[in-house]
């Protein structure tokens, strides 16, 4: 295909996948339970953290952690105390464990509570940076600013480390992209959709390679910059658009 005829494929396949339908075991209905921003997006925030695995099993961690929050999560980050993170014991998904979410919690408190929440602290650091992946990096600094369990460390990742970041690129398409079509939230102003980077997994990458939007072998933060950079060619105001399109290929039509 030529880049015109790639475009339109793509596009087309965007569109396609693009619908509620399509994500009625996606964990993006975690956050899609509520209707208050900040409810929004600390419930997407905490699923997209747990978003790797089986999916139903990821479903029902982030239900679980939601129902431990009596189904408000932001009331419980603004307002718990210490003794109230107890009810947490005994909560795993994979190796994200009880002292995790607590620390998760407690950071988020801090976020809330001192930094107007995290559009703000994200956006902030944007602005700061010029560069969202850079500025993934400083948020994760901040965010582990509050005598974090050396174990916890590890569920939030570093571009600055390799890491094509994944999860948080998925929570961040979440927040920032249009809600036109009933998927994606539009919740945030302060990021640009243009700033988005592809959420890079196995199957996402798998077909760009197929499609030669990518060289590189790893799923890293290198292989991430090859394919934003390709995918910002096909639509450099909504990039990211085409997540949707590389994953459906990917999973539902084992392209």
């Known amino acids: ?15 396609h996948y693009e619908q ?9 209905q975690i956050p899609h339970r509520y209707t208050l921003k900040e409810d929004i997006e600390i419930s997407g925030f905490l699923t997209a953290v747990i978003a790797w695995g089986n999916r139903r099993s990821i479903l029902n961690s982030a239900g679980r952690m939601m129902e431990l929050m009596g189904n408000a999560p932001h009331d419980f980050v603004l307002n718990h105390k210490p003794k109230d993170l107890a009810i947490f014991d005994g909560f795993v998904h994979r190796t994200f464990q009880a002292e995790d979410l607590k620390y998760f919690l407690k950071a988020l408190q801090q976020i809330y509570t001192q930094q107007q929440g995290l559009e703000h602290s994200l956006g902030r650091l944007y602005k700061e940076h010029g560069e969202l992946q ?71 990458g798998r077909v760009a390679r197929k499609l030669k939007l990518l060289k590189r072998k790893q799923n890293d933060a290198k292989a991430l910059q090859e394919l934003d950079k390709a995918l910002r060619k096909l639509d450099p105001t909504d990039p990211v658009k085409y997540d949707f399109a590389l994953f459906g290929l990917g999973v539902d039509e084992k392209f």
């Not at 919740?187 to 196995?202: G, K, M, R």
């Open 1 to 15: 295909m030529n880049k015109t005829e790639l475009k339109d494929f793509l596009d087309e396949k965007a569109a």
């Open 20 to 28: 509620p339908v399509f994500l009625e075991q996606d964990p993006i």
């Open 134 to 204: 850079l500025a993934l990096h400083h948020f994760k600094k901040e965010f582990f600013a509050y005598d974090p369990p050396d174990r916890t460390l590890k569920h939030l990742p570093d571009p600055l480390s390799g890491s094509a970041a994944k999860r948080i690129n998925m929570y961040l398409r979440w927040m920032v992209r249009s809600d036109a079509r009933a998927v994606d939230f539009g919740l945030w102003t302060q990021i640009p959709a243009s700033a988005l980077s592809c959420p890079l997994d196995v199957h996402s």
